[in-house]
């Protein structure tokens, strides 16, 4: 049995780092490295993702796309550069702390309606970066399997090696977010020089064979007939490869970790900026030569049974020319090579849900208070990450329909957020542009829904889990205080301080036309039902509800003298009992008094008044006001009066 002390310290070390601030837990540890690292470094760690989708993206390109597998990867490539990495440098700019489009939809919409888009967004991110983790773990296990000297061993036990690999995983991440970034660096430089050996080994094999080049083009021109027709069969499934556009998202996440200039600020850090854009385009280009060397040379020269389920090419064709061409030995380092980068492929996506998901569900109280510390949310993560690969059996293709839907839908977004930014910014030709790539990535999801409808339902799923988390947690933290900073000005500190050498009387008033006779019969009626004495003053309180959809805010105070006579408070708050127990604890704290609060019973069906205080931040305002105070005060001798009449 967990001695109190050991447990004590189990507790500080899961929620070492642990703030109120609505940062997520990699940022805020970003923010402990004051000069960040440099650029390629940083790439080093989104590319984990990015570039060990050539474990599996050769082979999955063939199935989709067959011996027009090289002109469908030409049409992505082109979408790569001048699609999405245009969109994601401008997300970039607009999005500097690694927010991401996300954080621009936020704010077209507004209260709850942009709250549930957010989640719906964050269920297709979860579904894309969650997604990475188990299929990159899976393919990582594939290679294990499928190498020569390891297959009789390890068949069969590709669940069991895969959730390993997941916890190995998990274990990094509970160690520390920055060391993720020094182990990427050595695996993606190891995995793209064996893959230059490779994919230049192979480029010699074809053009030093040229009837191999005569044999495809002959099987082209009688499968497809004219150049014509290829390039409009080229455009209809290349959607089918949109596994090769993983990585920007991610990108622009980890853009706190990137190095800045001295002369960045917290609202324009632009040497960051600038280090993000050369992030993102020098792992696009380097990509797209690496995606269309190796879709030509794996059509060419691996035979087409081969790339079917069950062949030695299956999810892992470079590794199958890596061993028929450089023999076994360089065969089995790349294995390893492959396997390592593919296992903490993950950690790119991982670092993406630890900046994401604790940014925004704490801040919208759907998440538990701990969920904007890092080492509860890795567990929570892996945890996911296991039901996950157990669900699918551990298998590849299984997960690629959605990974591909969730690296859609992110991208679409991020183009049409940036499309709406060029147009506020009053950017024509910009606009346009953005305008296009929008279009064409709307397509494409289209037809990748279409295609693999798999895809959308398990997005739904993550998008419904998040809502039904969110919300049970939203009511599970109804009553907490959740006002993050309160505010007076000169007039409103001026009130508490007269009043602070006898009774605090204030009176909460629903302000309808503010005329001098709605105050007068309101204390006249608070003085009645309350036996207040006529000798004791009293003051007004007001709210005013400004986003109710908003979990934390702060309180701003304002006082004013209405009608020479009548001492108003004006609170500005995202909900009217949260704003009034603030008041009345700093009060408080201020004077030393226990001040008194006086409240009309809220007519109407309780119930329906709970839920117009849960979703609009106002109906049965006394005794949730009392609640709050009581959550915030544990010792009840200290607590303000609450009074209702």
Known sequence: MATPARSSRLRAWMLEGLTAQTSSPAAKEAAAQPHGRPWWRVMCLTGLDYFSTLGYQPGIAFLAAGLLSPLATIVLVLLTLFGALPVYRRVAEESPHGEGSIAMLEKLLSFWKGKLFVLTLLGFAATDFLITITLSAADATAHMVENPHLTSTLHGHEVLITLILIALLGGVFLKGFSEAIGVAVVLVVTYLSLNVVVVAVGL?????????????????????????MMIAIALVVFPKLALGLSGFETGVAVMPHVQGEPDDTEAKPAGRIRGAKKLLTTAAVIMSVFLICSSLITTLLIPAAQFEPGGEANGRALAYLAHEYLGSAFGTVYDISTILILWFAGASAMAGLLNLMPRYLPRYGMAPHWARALRPMVIVF??????????????????????????????????????????????????????????????????????????????????????????????????????????????????????????????????????????????????????????????????TVLDASEFESGVRVRGEVLHGRYRVLTLESSSIPNALAALLLHVRDETGQRPHIYFEWTEGNPMANFFRFFLFGQGEVAPVTREVIREAEPDRARRPHVHAG
Not at 204 to 228: K, M, R, Y
Not at 479 to 487: D, K, Q
Request: glycine residues 6%; negative net charge.
């Open 204 to 228: 010699w094999n074809v053009f030093s064979e040229p009837q191999v080049i005569t044999d495809w083009t002959t099987a082209l021109t009688t499968e497809h007939g004219n150049v014509f």
């Open 382 to 543: 892996t945890l996911v990450a296991f039901l996950v690969t157990w669900i699918f059996n551990a298998d590849v293709d299984a997960q690629g329909g959605a990974y591909a839907t969730g690296v859609l839908v992110l991208i679409t977004s991020a183009a049409v957020a940036v499309t709406i930014a060029a147009r506020r910014a009053g950017e024509r030709g910009w606009t346009i542009g953005f305008g296009v790539i929008s279009a064409v990535f709307i397509y494409t999801t289209a037809i990748n829904v279409v295609e693999r409808p798999d895809g959308v339902k398990i997005g739904a799923c993550f998008i419904g889990g998040i809502m039904a988390l969110s919300l049970l947690s939203r009511l599970a933290r109804v009553f907490e205080l959740r006002v993050t900073h309160i505010e007076f000005d000169d007039m409103a500190q001026r009130f508490i301080r007269d009043t602070a050498n006898r009774t605090i009387r204030f009176i909460a008033n629903e302000p309808d036309n503010r005329d001098l006779e709605e105050y007068r019969q309101k204390k006249a009626q608070i003085r009645a039902d309350n036996d207040i004495p006529a000798e004791d003053d009293v003051m007004f309180v007001e709210v």
